[in-house]
């Protein structure tokens, strides 16, 4: 036994190495068999290999017959689902249309028995119709269940008993019973707080109580501005609101040496926060009164003042100095506009340089995004005069020569008006014609002191000590007298024109404009009417 099977696994194991082919005499020898047992050994490999294939055959064609009977019995059940999914489809649908149909009929008989339930016949006109439960006497154990019967009914006939149809509203209830069925409206919302004027006065306790000044907190109202019911006009003497380039800072150096002015612009009143400008009046005037106690000194009551270039232009700020300031003095000083143009393009470029400017040709009109302020609409000086309330503003001739349709209006107080070569000590009168302007602006604003000459301003700017920069920035600077300005300049001259007429003929000829040598003042509106460019 054990001999045949090793017989068999060595058959075996050559069958698996060479190919099955009869072997000689000398093979069968070497493998110890016969040549009748050798091929009998080959025959039962073979029969075994096919019985093998066979078996594996037999399980192929079993697992697809299973595998065909398992999609059968798949595709039966989706078949199943889906018509079972089908019928209670059609049952949901016809389930739906039957809960339709009820809801439909219950709400048709409640529609069409409500009225008489309310004490209406069908058909009768509510308006005459009488409620039955407003003409029965119901003892006050009732009256609540009487009160729930009645919330009922008008929860579910809202069509008859909504505020679209308060006339069978107020036949069916008395006007108490309407009251009480009626939502009730909320409460008014509260006044409003005074936040903005906490916030104003914050941190101004340090203020003192000042001779003549009444405490800030009384003249500031809720929004944070100046109250209507109070008069501050004597709190600020004199203010210089334009225009820009003119000289005005210049002015207020020399008048912050003999008045109590503030040392910076303030344009609150830009943005139409009077309150703000008050408290910085205090506050400057509370400072300069420690200072003095401190130093052993008597308070001196000086003028006080302010400058803002851009008042001039702002209809709040105008309208800001009539109603609170109606008595303030104006400082504005004007320029040729082709030389003021010019100078504030510059100005620009000196002291922005890292913004670039825009070409003259596109600043014709108004000032467009990226202009920063520099535009020709600027340059309509006559046109923002005519606001401030100094000529009748009745004439059509008057009227032809303003540009910007300016058709607001304010009375404000007594306005001196220069022009910027005044204040130049430069020529063989510009000593004497300098001296009289100070004398004359002296007397204007009620000085005791003498106004000293005015200095040179330094125009450098803020850069200038950076030589890559100052480099940039003078090659940005225009000539205004270089034919590339050509079209900017030639609306600037009509511009020019226009303001020199007006000025001369309509501005000065009111008695609260005042200037200084009128004759030479107007003698520079004429020059207006000329190009500077070929006088330079």
Known sequence: MGESSRQHRHSHRGTR???????????ARRSQLTVSQYFEAVELSRSHRQSSKNDDRTKKSSSHQHNGKRRQDKTSSEREAIASISISDKCFRRCAILMMISFLSVASINFIMLPSYM???????????KSRWTRRKISSAKANVLQADKQQVFRIGRIFASKNDNSMRSSQKSSDELKEQEIQTP??????DDLKRKKLLYGTKHVPEMANWP?????????????DDVDVSGILDFAIIGFGKTGTTSILRHLSEMTDSLSKEHCDLVVNKSGNLLKDLYEDHARRFKQAKRNGEEPEDRLRGLKCPQDISSDYSIFNYAKYFPSTKLIIGIRHPVLWFESLYNFRVTNVPWKEMLPTSDLTRGCISGSQGVCAWRANFHDFLSRLGKTPMSSASEKQLLQLGLDKHAKVGPVFLYEVSQLSESGSDGGVRSAQFRTDLKQFLG????????????????FDFLPVVKNQVDRNKID?????????RDVLMETASLASTWIRKYFLQSDEVFVSSREHFEL???????????RR
């Not at 000085?447 to 301003?457: A, G, M, N």
Request: charged residues 20%; contains cysteine.
């Open 119 to 129: 004490g209406i016949a069908p058909g009768e006109n509510p308006q005459n119709a």
């Open 480 to 488: 205004i007298c270089q034919p590339q300005h050509d079209i900017i």
């Open 524 to 534: 520079i509106l004429e020059s207006w009417m000329h190009d500077p460019c070929p």
């Open 215 to 227: 405490p800030l907190s009384t003249l500031i109202g809720n929004d944070g501005n100046i109250r």
């Open 447 to 462: 000085l005791q002191k003498e106004i000293p000459p005015f200095p040179l301003v330094d125009t450098s700017g803020r």
């Open 17 to 27: 190495k060479k190919s099955e082919q009869p072997l000689d005499g000398y093979a």
């Open 187 to 192: 409460p008014p919302p509260p006044p409003a």
